[in-house]
């Protein structure tokens, strides 16, 4: 589903206009963004959860070349579907 699709089928769904549907999407990341940058996670109602998790520094390798160095330690988003959810696809 693209964004155009997205957008008709949640205004559809919501009642409101395709404007203030793209305005709520164009949003979402820019809140999520910095939500996760404050140490706070962000929860979808009905589909997941959104959360950043600090990855440790470990071992890596160039597939084409076999070096091996260290990758940093960093933070990285993650998500995490919601029960709910992943039995309602699952059927």
Known sequence: MKKDELVTALAEASGETKASVTAVLGALGGVSESAL??????????????????????????????????AEAHTAPKFKFSTTFKSAIRG
């Open 37 to 70: 940058k404050g140490g706070k996670s962000v929860t979808l109602p009905g589909v997941g959860k959104l959360e950043a998790v600090e990855k440790p520094a470990r071992e890596v390798r160039n597939p084409q070349t076999g070096e091996k160095k260290m």
